[in-house]
């Protein structure tokens, strides 16, 4: 297909399917970060409770103060509660599983746009391009039938992340920058 035909339905429908693709592997990646900084901030706060209520019980024992008793008491409550919540709530668990669903669907995203340039290249035949969008198409629902729902919050970061951080593209300048000389677009010959 020339540069300046009009696409057809075929590659319409591609383009359409990596969008939806891009967006869900980046939705994803958020995802597992945002379960996984809320994860370490527990973390921190079981230890710093569990250092209080260990101190204001030595204190406690050994000491005349009956409120430092009582606020080590209610700090204990507290650190019980988010350990139950933790408990219940494998956030490293789910992470794990977003993070690697966003790897499955960074392949997929991968896979079509390799059959987008193949159709703007002209080197895949209509047959082949629908057998392979097919392909893809039961892969993909693979991913998302074992993937874990995604937050609300997670698809307002990747959005952010895409439209405004343009985190799925790359300047000239920018590829230039990590190829070697030889495979530069500017500076290719100036070895």
């Known amino acids: 297909m020339e540069q300046n035909s009009p696409p057809n339905a075929l590659e319409e429908q591609l383009r359409e399917c990596f969008g939806r693709v891009a967006w869900s592997h980046k939705t994803h990646e958020k995802c597992s970060d945002i379960l996984n900084t809320k994860l370490h901030r527990i973390k921190l706060w079981q230890i710093i409770l569990s250092a209080i209520t260990t101190t ?11 409120a430092i008793g009582i606020f080590s008491a209610v700090l204990s409550f507290v650190l019980t509660v988010l350990n139950t919540y ?9 992470a794990q599983k977003h993070a690697d669903a966003a790897v499955d669907l960074w392949n997929m ?10 159709i703007r ?11 392979q969008r097919d392909s893809l198409q039961e892969s993909l629902l693979e991913i998302y039938r ?5 937050i609300a919050n997670a698809y307002k970061q990747a959005t ?32």
Do not use: M
């Not at 204001?56 to 009956?66: D, L, N, R, Y």
């Not at 300047?171 to 010959?189: N, T, Y």
């Open 160 to 191: 952010k992340a895409l439209q405004k951080l343009e985190e799925l593209t790359f300047s000239d300048s920018e590829i230039d920058a990590i190829l070697p000389k030889a495979l530069r677009k500017s500076d290719a010959h100036d070895s």
């Open 86 to 94: 933790v408990k219940q709530n494998d956030l490293g668990g789910l």
């Open 109 to 118: 995203r991968e896979s079509y746009l390799s059959l987008l340039t193949d």
């Open 121 to 131: 290249s002209g080197c895949a035949e209509s047959d082949e391009i629908r057998k």
């Open 146 to 150: 074992g993937s874990p729902r995604t």
């Open 56 to 66: 204001g019980i030595i204190a406690s024992v050994f000491g005349e103060s009956k």
